[in-house]
């Protein structure tokens, strides 16, 4: 069982939170893609004295997604696809733990599935689920 399970209306209010962490932490994965190749290169010819100019930058970016990933897993969400802002909220619904699902971009949490399911089952959120 995960340290904390969510219900509907929990879930819900961290949405503000949530997204902006998300959009914080996409900014991070975009600098880390778009320096990759450079800083790659750049550690490649380190023997040589080779440099990046953006070397700095690609770490910071690294420290700084590696602390808004943990700081959304510390609110208990799971985070399954940073690119698409893929997160799910353990819930319990007639006994059994299940998700919440919700993407970035998404104005409420609308679906949940089954553990094992992942987002190919996504199933219409129905009143009362969660609220046990």
């Avoid at 550690?43 to 080779?50: C, R, T």
């Avoid at 420290?63 to 510390?74: C, F, K, N, P, W």
């Avoid at 919700?102 to 089954?114: D, N, P, Q, T, V």
Wanted: aromatic share 8%.
């Amino acid at each position: 069982m995960h340290a904390h399970v969510f219900t509907v209306g929990e879930a819900q209010a961290l949405l503000p939170t949530l997204r902006q962490r998300l959009r914080s932490a996409l900014s991070s994965w975009r600098t880390i893609v778009s320096s990759r190749e450079e800083v790659t290169l750049a550690s490649k010819n380190a023997q040589w004295n080779g440099g990046s100019a953006d070397g700095p930058r690609y770490l910071a970016a690294i420290e700084a997604l590696g602390d808004t990933v943990r700081q959304i897993s510390g609110l208990g969400v799971l985070v399954k696809d940073l690119e698409s802002g893929l997160c799910d909220f353990p819930c319990v619904h007639e006994g059994r733990l299940v998700y919440l699902c919700w993407r970035l971009g998404e104005s409420r949490i609308e679906w949940w599935h089954e553990v094992d399911a992942g987002f190919a089952g996504r199933q219409p959120l129905r009143d009362g689920l969660g609220e046990n």
